[in-house]
């Protein structure tokens, strides 16, 4: 079973940056990904990568701020995101195992808190 590690998330101030990692507990060879999920809301797709990284996808909603990458030779996927607003606030889920740029996802981590203040 493909266990997914998350990290990097924290408290930051609107307009600053994070960066967020996801380790995998061996390697990934489809497309990985990230989600979030707002307080009361439904988690939502934010970007995806597949294993040679010549497909990139985004959602609208983060286009120009977030930035995706992977490292298949230490099995981590990092995404940096810049700009930070106060909607950008949730957990942010680690995702893998998908044929498809926007799942079925067949692992999930436990998530990484990002909060954003104003």
């Known amino acids: 079973q493909v266990q997914l590690v998350e990290s990097g998330g924290g408290l930051v101030q609107a307009g600053g940056s994070l960066r967020l990692s996801c380790a995998a507990s061996e390697r990934i060879t489809n497309t990985m990904a990230w989600l979030r999920q707002a307080p009361g809301m439904e988690r939502e797709f934010v970007s995806s990568?597949?294993?040679?990284?010549?497909?990139?996808t985004y959602a609208d909603s983060v286009k120009g701020r977030f930035t995706i990458w992977r490292d298949n030779a230490k099995n981590t996927m990092y995404l940096q995101i810049n700009s930070l607003k106060s909607e950008d606030t949730g957990v942010y889920y680690c995702a893998a195992g998908s044929w498809g740029p926007k799942g079925p996802y067949n692992y999930w981590g436990q998530g990484t808190q990002v909060t954003v203040s104003s």
């Open positions: 990568i597949d294993w040679s990284a010549g497909r990139i």
